[in-house]
């Protein structure tokens, strides 16, 4: 499988999680969410499109930063917004 031209610019180490316990966004509002990705830009962490609050697409449309991957345990895919596939 070829990688899109954006997990090449990624830097080899995934980013520290910004909020490891959770959505960031979710935990400042008490919100809650279904699951949650990681931005490989910045390390934030957002709730996925199946959350009401949508936050990592949100994320994306304010930052611009293209590959998130699951934040979920035992999962390791990463998307890519820009390409919208699998990276």
Same mark, same amino acid.
């Given at each position: 499988?070829?990688?899109?031209?954006?997990?090449?610019?990624?830097?080899?180490?995934?980013?520290?999680?910004?909020?490891?316990?959770?959505?960031?966004? $979710?935990?400042? &509002?008490? @919100?809650?969410?279904?699951?949650?990705?990681?931005?490989? #830009?910045?390390?934030? *962490?957002?709730? $996925?499109?199946? &959350?009401? @609050?949508?936050?990592?697409?949100?994320?994306?449309?304010? #930052?611009?930063?293209? *590959?998130?991957?699951?934040?979920?345990?035992?999962?390791?895919?990463?998307?890519?917004?820009?390409?919208?596939?699998?990276?």
């Amino acid at each position: 499988m070829s990688l899109c031209e954006h997990v090449t610019e990624l830097p080899s180490q995934d980013p520290a999680a910004l909020t490891p316990q959770g959505c960031a966004e $979710c935990l400042a &509002s008490g @919100g809650h969410w279904v699951h949650l990705r990681l931005c490989l #830009s910045c390390g934030h *962490v957002g709730c $996925c499109d199946s &959350s009401p @609050g949508r936050h990592a697409s949100k994320h994306y449309a304010t #930052s611009q930063h293209p *590959v998130i991957r699951s934040f979920e345990p035992d999962e390791d895919w990463r998307w890519c917004f820009i390409d919208q596939c699998i990276a």
